[in-house]
Every structure is written in structure tokens, then in C-alpha cells.
């Protein structure tokens, strides 16, 4: 634009443009020459380093929604970013500097990294960056679109550290820039049996500017041009997007500060998904550049994407200690936990599950068919078989948890009961008809009940 900006404001002010044919090369110039350039060199990299690539499989990131083959694209994206902050910023440069790795090359195994966790384990990373394609330096001042797509390979070991890994990617990297000037089309035409080109699904930028040599405004003879940015807008809250989803880092050479941006297709993601996936990619960079705790002989398998408030949720969730009186055996609180089956098994009685939830016809035919002389109920039964059998209201014990004493415990064992005894019954749920028996268990196959009732 800078070039196109200057031979404009000349050829504006002085109505011809100086041109020099020894130095200057035109697109079209280049466009012919491409044609002659040998090209052996990069078909053969490029082949090997697609070798066995499922260029066509995508990468299984969090979708909210899958997109067929054939399905239309609307278009529809969203965009998130953040900024590094101050610490990240200077602990990601510092690493740069100290580890003789370029900031875009960091940038690109943090990305690598990070999808390796986000697709819980893929190992063969396959994404898509664009090259400004002037790799020559007579390109430099030729206005034209020189723009080439290239895939990133990354294949990458769980075990690696960090530090390993941006080794392997600096190498990939700088080989597969050495070789970017092979046309994307004839990257195409190697894999003429791929049904889609899912690198171009998923890609990776990095941006490099000046904020202080930015101009809003320009001269061109006596008329004053202002810039304005601006993105293709569909609503408010959705822009324009081409891709599944991309992660751009942008570094301003005067603050010393980066910052992140998100740009994910809302055919396939929700915008709290992608919100959600900005916060793991920010919790991941500080896992990677704390510079009081960098993880150096860390395997990248071990670094987690769960956010602070996840973690105090599963620890929340985990904490399942439970406090016990300091006398107490394991025999007795057994006891106490499972007053209601346990009653009826030291009683030398015979145990059939109820469901209060149940219908009052199927619990009445439950009873009757087990010809029960006994039903145990609570406040929330003890309606249900009134005048029908002999029941016994266990509130009081429910409610009283000290209503026992050891010598009670002690009486129930007395109970004499042999193994072949029958201990329980178990019914089938009645959905088809009338409920049948399926297991009846003795005292010595008792064990088996707990694992069905728990299964």
C-alpha cells in the first residue's frame, strides 16, 4: 500500500511517474518469470512434508455444531481479543531474546501447543498461514498480489518440553518459508485424492508494526487522504469469515506489547465457546512465561488448560472428607448409614426394595406378591399402605441419629441367620407388565446385591 500510496502522490504532483527498467520489476514481470523459475527443489519438500499429512481431516477443536461436507457456509464469524498485559508481554519477549527464537516463531509453538491440548491430544498439527510472498528484494517496490498460502506441519511428541519443541518448529518454520514461493496451486495438485484442504481451516498470523509511525492522514498534492479502518460488518455483533478459525498475534515494536486476536466461524462455534477458548489460551501463555516457574523440563502433555474458577470447582467437587467421631468403628457407622436394609438383614428378615416414587399399585402388588408381614416407612409413605399390612413409621430414628447405643448394635448381632437364608428380592422395573422377581439372593450372595443396587 506504501508503494502504491507514493507512485499515486507522484504521479499526482508531477502527472508521470519515474521508472527505472534496469531496477524496477512490474507484476507482470513476475508473473512470466514465474513460469521459468525451477521448482524441483520446492515440489520435492513440499511433497515430503505432506507425506502421509491428512491434508484433508480437520482438526477436532471444540465445535458447538459440525458442518457436512456439502453444507453452505454462511459466512457468519466473531472476533474476540485481548491484550497480553505488561508481564506477559515482557516475560514473552524476554524469552524470545534469551532463547535466540524470533517472536513469531514463539508465537507459532504457543499456538501448536495449544491446539495440541484443545483437540484433547492430536499430535499431527496441520495449519494454514498466509506469506506476503515478496522473497525477493526487487519484489519489494512491485505492486501486486503476491500473497501465498502454505501449511505449517507440526509433528510433535507429547514428552517433548517446550523448549523442544519450539527447536522443531524454528526448523520447520524456516524451512517452509525457504520454500513458500511454490504456489499454493501446486501444493493442490500433489494431492489430487483429497476431498478438502483442512489446513485452510485452521490458521496462524503474526503482525509486526509500528504504532507510532502509523498515519491517519496523507498528502497527495494539496488534498488531505484519512485512513480508516474498517471490517466487513453483517450485524453488530458478527463480521465476515472465511475460515474456521484463526489466531492472529499482533506485536507493536514501540510499547513492547502484544496482544491477541480470535477471528472463529459462528457455523461452527458459539461465542461463548469462543470466549471460553480465548481465557485457556491466556491461562496457557502464563503457564509457559511465568518467569518465576517456567515449566523447562515440563512435557507439554502436562500443562492444563483449566481455568482458576474450574479448578475451584473441581476441588469443591473432590472434597468428599467427612468427619467422623473419633471413638467411632467401622462396623457400627455401617450401621448407622443403612439403618432401614441393614434392620432387616440383622433381623433375619428377607429385604425387597421399595420406591417411594413408584405408582401405589405397584407397590401394593410388590407386598403382595413377596406376601410381606412388614413394610418400613417414613413421613413421605406412611400413607400409602394403611389398613393393608403392618408398618413401622422409622422417622424417629431417621430423625434421632443417637437413638441407638452400642448395646443395642450388640443385641442385633445375636440374631441367628445360616447362608442359604434368603436375604433379598429384587424386581423387574413392571414397564411390560406385572413386575417379576429377577434375582433372589441368600445371606452369603449378599455382597452382590450392593454392586446391582449401586450399578
Known sequence: MDVFLRDLNQAYSTGQLTIDDNSLMRYLDYAAIEQQIPMTAASMFWRETLQDCKIDRSLALPFDRYRLSDEHRTNRGTLLSFDFGQ??????????????????????????????????????????MNTHGRYKEELMSAIGMFVNAIPLRCQLDPHWSFPHLLEHVKEMFTSSLEYSYFPFQRIVAQH??????????????????????????????????????????????????????????????????????????????????????????HSMLEQ????????????????????????????????????????????????????????????GGVYCPLSPGDPEHRLHALVEQTQSRLVLVHNHTKTIFLNDVISIDIDPVLMNKN??????????????????????IIFTSGSTGTPKAVSIGTYNELIYYHYLTRS
Do not use: W
Request: charged share 20%; hydrophobic share 45%.
Open 192 to 281: 489430487p485424492n483429497a476431498t478438502k484442504l483442512a489446513f485452510l481451516e485452521t490458521l496462524f498470523e503474526f503482525q509486526s508494526y509500528s504504532s507510532k509511525s502509523i498515519k491517519n492522514e496523507m498528502m497527495i498534492g494539496d488534498a488531505r487522504l484519512y485512513e480508516k479502518t474498517f471490517s466487513i460488518k453483517i450485524d453488530q455483533d458478527e463480521i465476515m469469515s472465511k475460515f474456521d478459525f484463526i489466531l492472529s498475534i499482533q506485536y507493536d515494536s514501540d510499547t513492547n506489547q502484544l496482544s491477541c486476536i480470535i477471528n472463529a466461524s459462528l457455523d461452527l462455534f458459539d461465542r461463548k465457546t469462543v470466549n471460553i477458548i480465548a481465557q485457556r489460551f
Open 288 to 347: 509457559l512465561f511465568n518467569v518465576m516457574d517456567i515449566p523447562k523440563y515440563k512435557a507439554i502433555y502436562e500443562l492444563s488448560l483449566i481455568l482458576p474458577d474450574e479448578k475451584l470447582i473441581m476441588k469443591s467437587t473432590n472434597n468428599t472428607e467427612v468427619l467422623f467421631p473419633s471413638g467411632a468403628c467401622i462396623h457400627h457407622e455401617f450401621v448407622r448409614q443403612v439403618i432401614g436394609m441393614m434392620a432387616i438383614e440383622m433381623a
Open 87 to 128: 508481564n506477559l508481554s515482557h516475560d514473552f519477549i524476554t524469552y524470545s531474546s534469551s532463547n535466540g527464537i524470533t517472536l513469531e516463531q514463539l508465537a507459532l509453538g504457543s499456538y501448536y501447543v495449544f491446539l495440541f491440548k484443545l483437540t484433547n491430544g492430536e499430535s499431527d498439527l496441520c495449519i494454514g
Open 403 to 424: 437413638i441407638e447405643s452400642d448395646a443395642d448394635i450388640c443385641l442385633l448381632t445375636n440374631v441367628v441367620v445360616a447362608p442359604d437364608y434368603i436375604a433379598y
